[in-house]
């Protein structure tokens, strides 16, 4: 068990994000054993439930030492206001079906992205997101106008194309906006609940985050129980 013991110490000290997402609750216990079986090769599945165990002491041995902490007084910058209290000020929306162009960075693809620009309503709040490279440009716009893609963008230029993503985008305060570490706050959380953040954007006050469409509402229920911690 003390073998167990050192292999959470050092997987925690090695991801600072889980560690602390674990601390705040916002990880299942169940799910990080899994996922601390999976990366650390000499443990097998026989281990889950002494795993598991070991998780539930070493959550126990943070309260202790977090308690002791404030009873000494002791105070720590940046755990004054922690990414999941600042959380609570972002506002949340999401949006299904968006595709994912990248392209490689020519003028031919820029002028062909050029002649799609008329083609986007923008009034009917459609996508269309461009962002430039030093050796591609990438295109964020709705599926239903991927037809675009293949009418204007000639196919040497499609490096590859990602269907089926959801943007969510989370508009925060500007106290938030100063804060360090909340996008790997928010990608470490979700990844722990397997989901992958395919990509994401920021344009402050907003972060938009990019997922396989079947994983949607599951990464927009794990965001609200978050924004309620």
Do not use: H, W
């Amino acid at each position: 068990m003390a073998q167990l013991d050192k292999i959470v110490d050092e997987y925690m000290s090695k991801n600072p994000q889980v560690r602390l997402s674990y601390q705040d609750g916002l990880i299942n216990r169940r799910a990080l054993a899994r996922r601390i079986i999976e990366e650390e090769k000499s443990l097998s599945k026989l281990q889950f439930e002494a795993l598991i165990a070991v998780l539930r002491r070493y959550e126990s041995k943070s309260d202790t030492k977090s308690s002791l902490a404030c009873k000494s007084g002791s105070k720590d910058k940046s755990s004054n206001k922690s990414n999941s209290k600042i959380l609570s000020d972002f506002s949340i929306l999401i949006k299904d079906g968006i595709t994912i162009a990248n392209l490689a960075k020519s003028r031919d693809a820029l002028s062909q992205i050029e002649k799609i620009l008329p083609k986007i309503s923008y009034e009917k709040n459609q996508t269309f997101k461009i962002v430039m490279g030093s050796e591609s440009i990438k295109l964020f716009l709705d599926s239903k106008n991927r037809g675009l893609i293949d009418i204007y963008i000639q196919k040497k230029d499609i490096l590859y194309l990602k269907d089926n993503l959801a943007e969510i985008s989370l508009t925060y305060s500007e106290s938030a906006s100063s804060e360090k570490g909340i996008l790997s706050y928010l990608s470490t959380t979700l990844s722990m609940q397997e989901i992958t953040v395919e990509e994401f954007l920021t344009c402050s006050p907003e972060l938009l985050l990019y997922v396989n469409g079947s994983d949607s509402l599951k990464a927009y229920k794990i965001l609200k129980e978050m924004q309620q911690k």
